[in-house]
Structures are given as C-alpha cells and as structure tokens.
C-alpha cells in the first residue's frame, strides 16, 4: 500500500491530525468554557455551534479558492485563518470574554471547512479506485491522531498560563499545530491547479443535485453528522453540569468517541467495496439506534461512554458510506461545485442541531435530547430502502 499511492496522499494524510485537532479541542472545552463565560447557561454550547457554523459559512468558499487556485492555495488559507481563530480564543480565554470566544471558534470552524477538503484532494490523488480503501484507511489513521491531539492539548494548556478561566494555553499550543501542518503542506505538489482554473464546467448544480444517488450520499452524511453533533455536544456539558463528572473522564469519553468515529475506517472501505454503500448506510442506522438505547438506559459514566462510542461507529458508516457514495455522482468537471454543496449542507444542519443541544439538554433533559433524532433515522431508513430496490430494478 505505502509503494502505490502517490506521495501528495502520504503529506495530506500526516498534516491532517495537525490541521484538524481544533474541531475536538473545542467540542471538549467549548462548552465548558462557555459555561463559564455565557450570560445564561443555555447558552454554553454556543461556541461549539459557532464553531460548525463557521464551518458552514466557510464551505462553499472554500470549494471555489480552491477550485480558483488549487488545493495547495486553499489549504495554506484554511491553516492561517486557523491559527488566527487560535489566537483570538486564547485571548478571549485569557480575557474573559464570550464574545472573542465565539469569534474565535467561528474562525476554528472556518479552518475546518478547508480542512475537510483534504479527503477529496486525497481520493483525487489517486490513479485506480481499487485504491479507495487504501485512502480511507490512512485518512482514518489520520483522524485518530487529531482525536487525541485536541483533547490532550485542551488538558494539557488548561493551566498553562495564569488565567482565570483556563484553557489560554490550550489554545495556543493549538495554533503551534497549525503552524507544524503549515510547515508540512510545503511538500505538497499541486497537480491539478491548472484543472482546477476551469469554472463553472459540467451540468447544472441543479441537475446534480436532483440525481437520486447524490441525494442519498448528502441524507446520509449530512443526517449522520447531524445526529452525531447532536448528541455530542451536549455531552460534555450533561456529564459536567448535570451528571457532575470530572474534565478527565469527559475527555476520556470524548476522545473514546472521536476514536470510534474513524477506527471503522480501517475497514469501511472493504467492508463498502463488498456489501455496497446502502448496506453500510443501513448498517450504520441500526448502530444509532443500539446508541440511543444505551443512553437512554442511564446517564452514569459507562452508558455516556459506550452510547458515545456507538454513536461514532454509526457516524463512521453513514459519513463514509456517502462521501465515496457521492462521488458516483457527479463527473470529475463537475466535483468542486458537487463537493461545495455537499459540504454546506451537512455542516448548516450541523451548525442547527450543535446550536439546539444545549438549549434541549437544560430545558428538556438528557433522554429527551437522545430521543428526538429517531424520526429523521426512520425517515432516511425508508429512503434509503427505496434507493437499493431501484437500483436492483434498474440493473
């Protein structure tokens, strides 16, 4: 496997945990900090949900710099705007305030958006499909040293410098990563820049969007990660505020949770290539709804870890079951516009349901918050139902 694909999918895969370490430093501490430093306590999670929608905001920009100038470019941007969303965190940390907080995350979730081009760029790498696997596999190994760097770096600058509420440090030891995945995008060859330059080429958005297989691929990542964010950011703040447990057992569960999300990878892309990406869709529902019967359950340390960790594996099928998914739908011409929509999407639902959690979980509780996604997994269960039949009958 390390012989065969092309060296820009090694370099994209050892910056990524670099680059992509804020997302889960922030779902740690986000809230707590927030808690601290919101006017009401309903608004704790606040600086999570301004963090997905910074990603939302930033994802169709970021398609087009990069459909503009190339992948190299784009990252380049994402990792400075990064290391500026650090910097203001930390001040606002160090400084007490709500407002450069939400600032802060805004322009971390802005990062992000770049940062979650880096698994098309890498499937574009490759020469043969065959390959996919391969990718995924490595992104996902990937992914696993992000899970650990953000949260490890949260404790570890908690107290770092003298501040009142904490966390400065953590924040800068996270604009350091950005700066080492800056360093390391240096060796990056940006093949398909001149590609790239050509705008607006290949069907309507419109025309894309409407093919039953792209619509199928976004429910089922954007649901996915909707019903993941959901559950996800209001766990640190019940387990803390509600549960009373400690910061590391929560980082425990969070990063327990974040290893599920991409461990799966090491054989997701086997396990797509043999069953189908439907299967897998369907495989992942089912994995949710075990997750929302362990939560539901009990709200002690065991059923927050386990049901976090299901809720991961299940994030895990139905995110990369349509992102490789999605890619049947459109053509090469076609996929900067594709992926942009595709992208704005999951990430404006995620930014609603990372907004609501914290409201639900004061207002509402724990078992009310975990039960509310059961609908829309029924709904995208009997669509994606209806997809595998047409495709059987069509063949």
């Known amino acids: 496997m390390g012989q065969s694909l092309p060296r820009n999918v090694w370099i994209l895969t050892l910056i990524q945990p670099f680059y992509m370490a804020s997302a889960s430093l922030v779902v740690l501490i986000g809230g707590l900090l927030g808690a601290q430093l919101a006017p009401q306590p309903t608004l704790a999670t606040l600086p999570i949900a301004i963090m997905v929608i910074g990603t939302a905001c930033a994802a169709i920009p970021a398609a087009l710099l990069m459909q503009r100038f190339g992948r190299k470019v784009g990252l380049a941007i994402g990792l400075g705007t990064g290391i500026v969303g650090a910097l203001v965190s930390m001040a606002a ?92 995008l240096m060796f990056f060859t940006d093949t398909h820049k001149q590609e790239a330059k050509q705008l607006d080429t290949g069907r309507h958005l419109k025309q894309i969007v409407m093919n039953p297989t792209f619509l199928i691929a976004l429910a089922a990542a954007a649901i996915g990660f909707g019903i993941m964010s959901f559950i996800m950011t209001a766990t640190p703040v019940s387990m803390h505020d509600l549960s009373h447990l400690e910061l590391p057992d929560i980082k425990w569960v969070i990063q327990s949770h974040i290893v599920a999300m991409f461990l ?78 595709n992208d704005f999407t999951i990430f404006t639902i995620q930014a609603v349901v990372s907004l609501s959690a914290g409201v639900v979980v004061f207002q509402y509780g724990w078992q009310v918050l975990v039960l509310l996604p059961l609908p829309i997994m029924v709904l995208l269960f009997i669509a994606v139902v209806a997809y595998r039949r047409s495709i059987k009958i069509s063949n």
Request: proline residues 2%; neutral net charge; aromatic residues 14%.
């Open 264 to 341: 799966p990878g090491l054989f997701t892309g086997k396990l797509i290539e043999r069953f189908g990406h439907s299967n897998i869709i369907l495989f992942g529902i089912g994995i949710f709804a075990v997750a929302i019967g362990v939560t539901l359950y009990d709200h002690q340390l065991l059923h927050y870890w386990l049901g976090l960790v299901l809720v991961g594996i299940g994030w895990n099928f139905l995110f990369f079951g349509g992102t490789t998914l999605l890619q049947d739908s459109y053509a090469p011409s076609e996929r900067f516009k594709a992926q942009a929509f």
């Open 93 to 184: 940390a160090w400084h007490g305030s709500f407002g450069l907080l939400l600032l802060g995350t805004g322009l971390l979730g802005s990062a992000t958006a770049f940062a979650q081009q880096i698994r098309f760029a890498a499937l574009e790498a490759i020469a043969e499909s065959s390959q996919m696997a391969s990718v995924v596999r490595l992104l996902t190994l990937s992914s696993l040293g992000a899970a650990f760097l953000g949260p490890e770096i949260a404790v570890l600058g908690q107290n770092w410098l003298t501040s009142v509420h904490g966390f400065s440090g953590s924040f800068l030891m996270l604009a350091g990563l950005f700066v080492i995945a800056l360093v390391g």
